[in-house]
């Protein structure tokens, strides 16, 4: 197992070149009750250099997003009559998926019945690098194995209690083991695996990261939306799954260390690291030592 140590370097920018170069992100999320989640995942995208970002979401809640982002574009999908996510959006996001360089499902999207069909469909049938969360991945429990059908390279990113329904195994078994956990799902399911948490993890099965920035006040509803916007944004800027996890991770943390000190561990909310993550990318452009 080789330990990585060293954070990949966000490059400077040409000046001959354009939005089309910075990677195009598709983000499938939301459901009622958390069109937030869009909002945070489709924000971190756009901070971390992407040169298009389009949050897909159920048509019903599109006055709300449209409202809410100004730089982000929509994309209204078919949905339920809870207004959930529909298997009928599946066309409709391969559809797009075809003009993008990578996309990102699960933030807010509910696990109803429809919705967990279509999550299964496009984790088969999506052709271009796929991050997978949060209610993406509850809506895997029990089907893991499908992660094995896909055509596309694959990134989870579970909390311990998502990997835990993933796998069947206690939080409190995950936790006394968070790097075997991390890498031996890896290895089953060839995919990077991003295990958040303190010390969070980032592993392909053959190499691993533990991450060292963030603190406790970034454990606030929120924040694991916008490491999912911002993992999506490096792999549309051409990181590799692993570098980018690596260092989304990173910035992600550095941000939040940096809100802490402005904000205090106590208050300290989401779009407070949104805040601070351009700062941190640039500190982290500028420096030499990382």
Request: one cysteine or more.
């Amino acid at each position: 197992m080789k330990r990585v140590s060293k954070i990949p370097r966000i490059p400077r920018r040409k000046r001959d070149t354009n939005k089309g170069n910075y990677g195009k992100i598709l983000i499938v999320a939301g459901s009622p009750g958390f069109t937030g989640a869009a909002y945070l995942a489709g924000k971190g995208a756009l901070l971390c250099g992407s040169g298009l970002v389009t949050v897909g979401c159920p048509e019903s809640l599109l006055p709300i997003l449209a409202s809410k982002f100004t730089c982000v574009m929509t994309l209204p999908l078919p949905e339920t009559d809870s207004h959930s996510l529909s298997e009928a959006a599946l066309a409709a996001i391969l559809a797009k998926c075809e003009t993008c360089d990578a996309v990102a499902i699960g933030p807010g999207i509910g696990t109803q019945v429809q919705t967990k069909s279509l999550v299964h469909a496009l984790v088969r049938e999506v052709r271009i690098p796929l991050i997978i969360d949060a209610d993406g991945l509850n809506n895997l429990t029990g089907s893991a194995q499908i992660l094995l059908e896909r055509k596309a390279p694959v990134m989870v990113t579970p909390h311990p209690g998502e990997m835990s329904r993933l796998i069947g195994i206690s939080i409190d078994q995950i936790q006394k083991n968070r790097e075997g956990v991390a890498v031996q799902f890896s290895r089953k399911y060839k995919v990077v695996t991003v295990l958040k948490g303190y010390k969070t993890v980032v592993t392909d099965g053959e190499r691993v990261y533990i991450n060292r920035t963030g603190n406790p006040g970034m454990a606030t509803g929120g924040t694991g939306d916008i490491l999912t916007g911002m993992v999506a944004s490096f792999i549309g800027q051409g990181f590799g799954l692993f570098e980018s996890a690596q260092l989304a991770v990173y910035l992600h943390g550095f941000a939040g260390d940096m809100a802490a000190k402005k904000y205090g561990e106590v208050s300290l909310i989401a779009t407070d690291l949104l805040e601070s993550l351009p700062r941190a990318i640039l500190s982290h452009q500028r420096s030499k030592h990382r």
